[in-house]
């Protein structure tokens, strides 16, 4: 049975959702009138752009082609070039069961390589296509790029169910589907809406992960014992240290955090102010800030040593009612961010 503060926490969140629907009774919004793609002649989700400078806007899309190209190339590389020494491998831990199996953290950057791939595709196609119905054939796999990441988080660091790839498929399906059958706006404001859900979701989980791990490393738990006969057992190999740059574990999570809030921050003043060309381009160049600090994580997460013994990161616990509060907490985000933007 749930516990009377689980219970709150479920009920503040569904207060929370609601609030935000209410928000838009009696709002009558202007739909934005569509614009023919220059490339393709198709309309574009997209309005008139105030301020609209077609050589700013080539510039700023090939530096963020060229900074996602190489950040897709060196997290591929590094991520599927893993270390041997185990003092560079990085585990999962689910904090409070001492009794759970570790898992180091190799298919997480691999994921995430794949994550940052996926979003070069679709900022490349972007640019050719604009963003409408045919964009949502590549978009879509950048969601579901966040969906894997989320799972694997919730899942102890590896995907366990062999039930979550065809649902997997199926919500890529439902997706372009859906957007291709709905009419602007419709298809447009469903696509935003439950992107912006995983986009939201990733900064509440890795905000847990690193509040988690820091609680773990500095208060104990029921792993911290374990780390404690490393430290003691592991003084004979420490030379191993020399020879790799060191980092103050766990502070490498930051990155993670920062990323998506970058990825987040862009997407939201695009959304609140939808008719501005510069908010564009703060949509635009969020994307090379935060998939640059992903790829940099990724290096850290395999080239460096920290000053425990093992790089220990501890996935917090996350029962069904917490999946259900921060499921309908990105909801309500989510919304409240396209409701700034009416």
């Known amino acids: ?123 490349a196609a972007l640019y050719f296509v604009g963003a409408g119905k045919i964009w949502v054939a590549i978009g879509v796999f950048h969601n579901a790029s966040e969906f894997i990441i989320l799972v694997m988080l919730g899942s102890g660091g590896r995907i366990k169910s062999s039930t979550f790839w065809p649902i997997l498929v199926f919500y890529i399906f439902l997706i372009s589907i859906t957007c291709i059958l709905f009419k602007f706006p419709y298809d447009a404001l469903w696509f935003k809406g439950q992107g912006l859900c995983f986009d939201w979701a990733l900064i509440i989980e890795f905000t847990r992960i690193y509040l988690t791990t820091l609680h773990e490393l500095k208060h104990g738990g029921a792993n911290n014992d374990n780390l404690n006969e490393l430290i003691e057992n592991e003084d004979g190999s420490s030379h191993h240290k020399s020879f790799h740059p060191t980092i103050l574990h766990p502070q490498q999570l930051l990155l993670l955090i920062f990323g998506s809030i970058f990825h987040v921050l862009g997407n939201f003043v695009f959304t609140v102010f939808i008719h501005s060309f510069y908010a564009y381009l703060a949509f635009s160049f969020s994307y090379c800030f935060a998939f640059t600090f992903y790829t940099y994580y990724i290096y850290l997460d395999l080239h460096v040593s920290s000053i425990y013994p093992q790089k220990r990161i501890y996935l917090p616990e996350t029962p069904s009612w917490k999946v259900a509060v921060i499921s309908i907490f990105s909801i309500a985000l989510s919304l409240l961010t396209i409701r700034l933007g009416v």
């Open 1 to 123: 049975m749930m516990k009377i503060s689980s219970c709150f926490a479920v009920f503040l969140s569904l207060l929370a959702l609601v609030l935000v629907l209410l928000s838009f009774v009696g709002i009558n919004p202007e739909v934005p009138e569509q614009t023919p793609y220059r490339f393709t002649g198709y309309l574009s989700w997209l309005p008139k752009l105030e301020g609209y400078d077609g050589n700013m806007l080539d510039a700023a899309t090939l530096f963020n082609i060229i900074t996602m190209l190489l950040s897709s190339y060196y997290a591929l590389k590094w991520a599927y070039n893993p270390p041997t020494n185990p003092q560079l491998i990085t585990r999962f831990y689910s904090a409070g069961d001492r009794d759970a199996t570790s898992s180091p953290t190799i298919d997480f950057d691999r994921v995430l390589a794949i994550y940052i791939v996926t979003t070069l595709l679709a900022g």
